[in-house]
């Protein structure tokens, strides 16, 4: 578990920040330490994520995080949305991975059409 002392100085900075800008893979990490160390369920991981991009002091990807998002609640993975959602404004036409179910999951959710 993290140290109680370093969890409230960093909803302090967080706080006061004048801009907190919320990367793809640190959402990824964020996603990543909630389902896995702390073995949170799908909506309470979407609601913690919906209410950190809603913070006045925040920006983010939208495009992405919504892709990541929506994969996550649907059964996948946040980072392989929002990976398919950055490449595809980049121009890729393909997303591609070893694992199977996110490679067809993508293809059938149109990030890349």
Do not use: H
């Amino acid at each position: 578990m993290d140290d109680v002392q370093q969890a409230q100085l960093a909803i302090s900075l967080l706080k006061n920040a004048d801009l907190v800008a919320l990367t793809i893979p640190a959402l990824c990490e964020f996603v990543w330490v909630l389902t896995r160390v702390y073995k949170k369920s799908t909506p309470e991981v979407a609601l913690a994520l919906n209410r950190l991009v809603a913070c006045s002091n925040t920006r983010v990807n939208q495009n992405a995080f919504a892709a990541g998002l929506k994969v996550f609640e649907s059964g996948g993975d946040f980072a392989d949305g929002a990976i398919a959602s950055e490449g595809a404004e980049m121009g890729a036409d393909e997303f591609v991975s070893f694992d199977r179910a996110a490679v067809l999951r993508i293809a059938n959710s149109r990030f890349l059409k």
